[in-house]
């Protein structure tokens, strides 16, 4: 049961809005963001799938430094990478990209078009619709192992690859982290402060029972989970900038687990894909991520054919750190980018890591 609990913290943050794909199109014809995403400059649709299927792409900037955008979930949107031309300026092209089956993009509901292997296949789609060569590749959470996947079969037109808040680990070690995370929420909350220990130490009882509305897993979880936004998910006073918020909402994870998408992900053993990466990797973590930051020496110990793998830890960021710890994450990311285009820089220490 505590594994299940803890699993279910995993995902939700992936599974708000949408989850049937009649509601979702009058909501999407209805929300003008949306209308107004379709619109804006830049935007050009890729066709995918031998032109079955259009998927969402959005160019802005025209610097030299060409970044391509993986965004979380799966079904996640990607605004929540809106601050990234602000953040990185003018000498960045930066290119969006909405997956298959998210707000911006195509959703078809059949199950068979969402694998791994297709989803690496549909990246190449939209670099080549972008013309990008010697780019730099940017995968977010789930968007991260989706790198990895795209990165062993086409890495010779990238030039860099960031790999930011996920691990290669099973769901036990990330379930075991998070149990830790949540107990220590239940020891803020004086009603439920005694059962903090007994999830601590990995029992169960009626504080992990849900089958009711009125079940006491569900009292806690009612408490709990505004804490755990606040504290693993988005570190930031007051209220969540708008888009964060909208990918948030506009996010499609619900259907993506209905279509067995989830499951072929937590079944696929990526390290296959990061054990052939050679191209210069740079890991993004932060301290206060609900994926337990120190396994990103153990990722980059697994690359044993790459000697250009950096990692970098966001001190005060938590799952987006771009948000919550922009500075940090941002002059990590271009320091690590101006150090692969041969730049001369100063040298970045992190205030994490101090192993080489």
Request: charged share 25%.
């Amino acid at each position: 049961m505590i594994r299940y609990v803890m699993l279910w913290l995993s995902i939700f943050v992936f599974q708000q809005g949408y989850s049937q794909p009649l509601e979702l199109e009058r909501k999407r014809l209805n929300d003008s963001s949306y209308v107004n995403a379709i619109k804006a400059d830049g935007v050009k649709m890729v066709g995918i799938r031998n032109q079955k299927y259009k998927v969402w792409t959005k160019r802005n900037g025209t610097g030299k430094i060409k970044v391509l955008l993986l965004h979380g979930g799966p079904g996640t949107s990607p605004e929540y990478f809106d601050n990234f031309p602000a953040s990185l300026g003018k000498d960045y092209t930066i290119i969006f990209y909405s997956q298959l089956g998210t707000y911006f993009s195509d959703i078809p509901a059949d199950s068979s078009l969402y694998d791994i292997n297709s989803f690496v296949n549909d990246v190449e789609e939209v670099r080549k619709s972008q013309g990008l060569d010697q780019f730099y590749l940017l995968g977010h959470s789930w968007g991260s192992q989706l790198a990895q996947a795209y990165a062993a079969k086409f890495q010779k037109h990238i030039k860099g690859l960031i790999l930011c808040n996920n691990i290669n680990e099973k769901d036990e070690v990330i379930d075991d982290y998070q149990s830790l995370l949540y107990a220590d929420i239940l020891d803020s909350i004086p009603a439920f402060k005694k059962y903090a220990d007994s999830l601590r130490f990995g029992f169960s009882g009626k504080f992990t029972d849900f089958n009711d509305p009125n079940a006491l897993g569900n009292q806690i979880r009612k408490e709990a989970w505004p804490i755990m936004i606040k504290r693993h998910y988005a570190r930031i006073p007051g209220s969540m900038p708008i888009s964060l918020q909208r990918s948030k909402e506009h996010s499609i994870g619900g259907l993506m687990a209905d279509l067995g998408f989830m499951k072929k992900i937590n079944a696929t053993d990526f390290d296959k894909y990061l054990v052939d990466i050679t191209i210069p990797t740079l890991f993004i973590g932060a301290k206060y991520d609900f994926i337990p930051p120190y396994y990103y020496v153990k990722m980059r110990n697994r690359m044993t054919k790459n000697n250009k793998v950096e990692i970098y830890i966001c001190p005060k960021g938590s799952h987006f750190a771009m948000w919550d710890d922009s500075d940090n994450f941002f002059n990590a990311l271009n320091k690590f980018i101006l150090k692969t285009e041969g730049n001369s820089i100063d040298g970045q220490v992190n205030p994490l890591f101090h192993d080489k």
